[in-house]
C-alpha cells in the first residue's frame, strides 16, 4: 500500500530544508502546493504527533466536535 522511496533523489535530507524553524519550511510546501494544478485543496491537511498529551487533546476535541 505505501510507496517505496529507495532512491536517492526521492530521499529527503535536512540539507533539503529550506528554513531552520518549521514555519519557514511550512510556508514554502504549501506555496508550491498552492501553485500546483493537481493538488485540489493545498490547505487540507492531517497533524501527527507523538506525544500522548497531544493526541488526548486532539481526541477530545474531536469527541466534542462530534
Same mark, same amino acid.
Given at each position: ?28 510546501? =504549501? ?5 500546483? $494544478?493537481? *493538488?485540489?485543496?493545498? #490547505? ?8 500522548? =498529551? ?5 481526541? $477530545?476535541? *474531536?469527541?466534542?466536535? #462530534?
Amino acid at each position: 500500500m505505501r510507496k517505496p522511496y529507495n532512491g536517492v533523489n526521492e530521499q529527503f535530507d535536512i540539507k533539503d530544508l529550506i528554513s531552520k524553524e518549521p514555519f519557514g519550511n511550512f510556508q514554502h510546501w =504549501l506555496e508550491q502546493a498552492c501553485n500546483c $494544478s493537481r *493538488i485540489y485543496e493545498p #490547505n487540507a491537511m492531517s497533524l501527527a504527533t507523538a506525544t500522548s =498529551l497531544v493526541l488526548f487533546i486532539l481526541i $477530545s476535541i *474531536i469527541f466534542m466536535l #462530534n
